[in-house]
């Protein structure tokens, strides 16, 4: 899920059957949810420029986001 500068979200759905790559630009807040009983794994790369001290790591809130609807 990836909350886009507007305040909506965007969902994208991956799967072993169907793996996909996904690339979030800069200052760009995302969240992760494994929907299979299964361990999942994320990849991340991080650019070439990034520095640990670039202060990107801002917490961002995801309140508003209806977290019940992946439950079953």
């Known amino acids: 899920m990836i909350k886009n500068s507007d305040g909506t979200y965007s969902e994208i759905e991956s799967s072993d059957k169907k ?3 996904i690339q979030i630009p800069n200052n760009i807040p995302s969240a992760h949810i494994n929907l299979d009983q299964n361990i999942s794994r994320v990849l991340t790369l991080a650019d070439i420029s990034w520095k640990p001290n670039d202060n990107e790591m801002i917490n961002t809130n995801f309140d508003d986001y209806d977290w ?3 439950t079953n």
């Open 68 to 70: 019940k609807k992946w």
């Open 19 to 21: 793996p996909i790559l």
